[in-house]
């Protein structure tokens, strides 16, 4: 009995169709067949009756059917956990984050010391980078995982990204405070003569699409200049250029420089990493990461 025959044999306990099971398995039905009576001929058993219109699982296939299931389990589990004592004695982890955001707002209090703690031998590190070129170093395995806005789908065409949401977090309208600070309480409609700048982002260009239907509301249509990042648009603003829409993670909202108005509208934040990504480290992340924000 070798593993070729073990997994062969779960697949058609799944479909009980052998056609079925080789499409799958992309493989020939012939092989399939070769594979399954090679089994049954080695251990003395008929594990399936047969009929010309269908096929169904004798007592002898059931018990081995539960059987390699659980022994699969116990097998996947040990590699898991071989992976993580391997990760405790030695490895690397780096994040990358956009430039900007308050790590402590970002990730759960106390994450990244508990990590340090359990695997002491790690070398961890945070990397502060432009949104565009996030998507780049995960890809050249700079970085192991990424949390930023949602990717667009044009930016994970072949499916080699995974996405999971982790929160929400609140918009504000910025603008500089200097300029608005005879304004006891700002509001949205008190930037109707304003310029609204938007950085490059695809979750900021929805946002103000959101952003334009609340200012219609309020009488006015905005004025929209598109900038090729965040900092041009952050300059602007303190320039009393006009205004930008940011989430509440942005070092803008301790600036004083800065006054703000907090917007019904939220953003969506990712963690993004490789489908096939080898770092066991990751994984002891994701889960640990998922354990305090659950």
Known sequence: MNSLQVEYFLALCKTMNFT???????????????????????????????????????????????????MGTIYGDAIDEAKRRNARSKGSLTVGVPRGWIISRLLPPGLMAKMKVDYPEVTYAIQNLPFVDLRKKLLDDSLDIIITYELDEQDNENGSLVS??????????????????????????????????????????????HLTVLCEACGFIPRIIHVPNIESAISSVEAGLGV????????????PLFSSVALPLEADIYLTWKRKGNNPLLALFINELQLLTS
């Open 20 to 70: 079925e099971t080789a499409k799958i398995l992309y493989v020939s039905q012939p092989a399939i067949s070769k594979q399954i009576a090679a089994l049954e001929k080695e251990m003395g058993l008929t594990l399936f009756d047969r009929t010309y219109r269908s096929l169904r699982l004798t007592e002898s296939g059931e018990l081995l059917r539960d059987a390699f299931t659980k």
């Open 164 to 209: 999971a949401n982790i929160k929400k977090v609140g918009l504000e309208l910025f603008c500089a405070a200097s300029y608005w600070s005879d304004q006891e309480k700002l509001k949205l409609e008190d930037f109707r003569n304003e310029t609204f700048f938007v950085g490059p982002e695809a979750e900021h260009v929805r946002n103000m699409e």
């Open 244 to 255: 930008v829409v940011y989430d509440n993670l942005h070092k803008l909202t301790t600036n």
